[in-house]
């Protein structure tokens, strides 16, 4: 029988920057994402300690803190979800390899190439 993991991420730089995040790209729409999520990045300890809900965005954003430091979690009406701390990239790299070892979770390729500036 073949498992098809419910969740799938692109682990990628942001647009025009150095600076790796990683982007969920399906199955935010279950109830259990974040959850999921959390419980995925346990051995790091994840806390959430703020919300900022951006009504005009449509977007809630998360503040977590971690014994790798704070990471930001961006999830909105839309179905996209972010883990974004462009200054704790060894947190993000972090979530990258326990994202690998989980099996909800699902790694897709990109061409960083896709993300650089043109001018």
Request: hydrophobic letters at 40%.
């Amino acid at each position: 029988m073949i498992h098809l993991a419910p969740y799938k991420y692109h682990y990628r730089p942001g647009y025009s920057s150095a600076n790796l995040l990683i982007e969920f790209i399906s199955g935010i729409e279950n109830e259990t994402f974040i959850t999921d999520l959390l419980d995925s990045i346990k051995s790091i300890k994840p806390e959430v300690v703020g919300l900022n809900d951006l009504w005009m965005n449509d977007e809630v954003l998360y503040s977590v803190s971690s014994y790798l430091g704070e990471f930001i979690l961006s999830k909105d009406i839309w179905d996209l979800a972010f883990i974004m701390a462009d200054d704790n990239q060894t947190c993000i790299d972090k979530i990258n390899e326990l994202l690998i070892a989980d099996t909800r979770f699902e790694k897709i390729e990109v061409d960083f190439n896709d993300y650089k500036l043109r001018i």
